[in-house]
């Protein structure tokens, strides 16, 4: 599976082109989704999440088309990834089966992650349209909260391997 992140993978399989910059709206500081007091069952809707989690702001994307090169196979034949000029992640893709038709359309949120200094990839959600259904990846609100490397908590010791013999891992 190479949707990850919306597109993680071998480029190799495909043409890739720039096709040009956009203003669109993203889901850009999206807090809300990764707020642990807002359960999966409130977020999560029948056929997508529900929007009201969702924030969007008017951002310049750079267009992205990848046309998967002949000899080989994939189950996208053509991909549209759109990445944020802000921060250079993809944060949309529309992924195109054999007969060109749009197959499932892809969105990554992101949020400011202040304790790392960086923006950070939060929720990503995968719609198959032809199904009818759909995946949210990543989803953190009932869980424990994420540990980042550069938190002072964890020493050079931490990421040793005695220090995960003894967690239990």
């Known amino acids: 599976m190479d ?11 495909y043409d890739w082109k720039i096709v040009g910059k956009r203003e669109i709206y993203i889901p850009y500081h999206d807090y809300k989704l990764v707020n642990p007091a807002v359960k999966y069952a409130e977020l999560l809707g029948p056929n997508h999440a529900a929007p009201d989690f969702i924030r ?4 310049r994307v750079w267009v992205l088309e990848a046309r998967l090169k002949q000899g080989f196979r994939h189950q996208y034949a053509k991909r549209v990834l759109y ?47 032809t199904a009818g259904s759909y995946l949210a990846d990543r989803l953190t609100n009932e869980g424990k909260p994420v540990r980042l490397n550069n938190s002072p908590q964890f020493s050079e010791a931490y990421f040793s391997p005695d220090s995960i013999r003894g967690s239990g891992h």
């Open 56 to 59: 969007y702001e008017l951002h």
């Open 3 to 13: 949707d990850d992140r919306l597109f993680n993978g071998s480029g190799e399989r």
């Open 83 to 129: 990445l944020d000029e802000d921060t250079w992640m993809a944060v949309l893709a529309d992924n195109y089966d054999a007969r060109g038709q749009l197959w499932r359309t892809n969105m990554q949120a992101s949020l400011y992650a202040y304790d790392a200094r960086r923006y950070y990839p939060a929720v990503a959600f995968y719609h198959d349209l």
